[in-house]
């Protein structure tokens, strides 16, 4: 599944393997959403493959003007119906049987937004917000069963985690990592921005840390360069 972002295939043999789910970690303001956005926005524009774009977090409304500040054709995208941005609901959700079955309910509405416009591109942004409305106790165990039903979609699935500003942390709770077939690691050290392949089942992928940059078109990796593993901070 090639992401179409330049730079980015290079490094995992072509692209992600078709019907995983992989892991686009970082701290704040590393790029996760702007990454995951251009890979549904070039699976639409370039291969024809329609994508859905659901956050935990955002106003629709927002996120479609974002994506419109590099200049991508949001509006046009969904009344061809191939991109879609769904915001999943689960405020209230505290004991354990609420939890089951609001995750159920939602993923049953995933399903169905993502059969409507026959996605194959899949983003969930991001799975650090499932802190703010589940208890703590049933989290991981939550977070593992929704990684796992994901897969059964038939989507290339991105899902963003907001990590401590470390550079070998890859999750916000220890498990999103271990549901994820591949993870890519963003860093920012102002000025500058790193990407590393932390693994990705599969393929042969670059076992290098490089440097990528934001610009108007979106994300940009540096196949070519590489960075010392020590100067990322």
Request: charged letters at 25%; glycine letters at 10%.
């Amino acid at each position: 599944m090639k992401t179409g972002i330049p730079g980015l295939d290079e490094l995992v043999g072509g692209g992600f393997p078709k019907g995983s789910n992989i892991l686009i970690a970082g701290g704040a303001g590393t790029g996760k959403t702007i990454l995951a956005t251009q890979y549904l926005y070039n699976g639409a524009t370039q291969y024809g493959e329609a994508g859905l774009f659901v956050t935990l977090e955002g106003n629709v409304r927002d996120i479609a003007w974002n994506m419109e500040n590099f200049q991508w054709d949001i509006k046009s995208l969904q009344d061809q119906n191939l991109l879609t941005i769904y915001r999943l609901n689960l405020e209230g959700t505290r004991n354990k049987e609420m939890i089951v079955q609001r995750v159920e309910e939602q993923l049953a509405e995933i399903e169905r937004e993502v059969k409507e416009i026959n996605a194959k591109r899949l983003v969930i942004d991001s799975t650090t917000v499932f802190g703010a409305y589940i208890d703590p106790s049933f989290l991981r165990t939550t977070l593992f069963k929704f990684g796992d039903k994901l897969k059964n979609l038939g989507c290339t699935t991105l899902l963003t985690s907001e990590t401590a500003p470390t550079k070998n942390t890859f999750s916000a709770f220890g498990v999103e990592e271990f549901v994820s077939d591949g993870i890519i690691a963003l860093y920012f050290t102002p000025p500058n921005r790193s990407i590393f392949v932390r693994k990705m089942r599969g393929t042969t992928h670059d076992k290098n840390p490089h440097p990528f940059d934001i610009n108007d078109a979106g994300v940009s990796v540096n196949s070519r360069d590489k960075i010392i593993w020590e100067a990322i901070k």
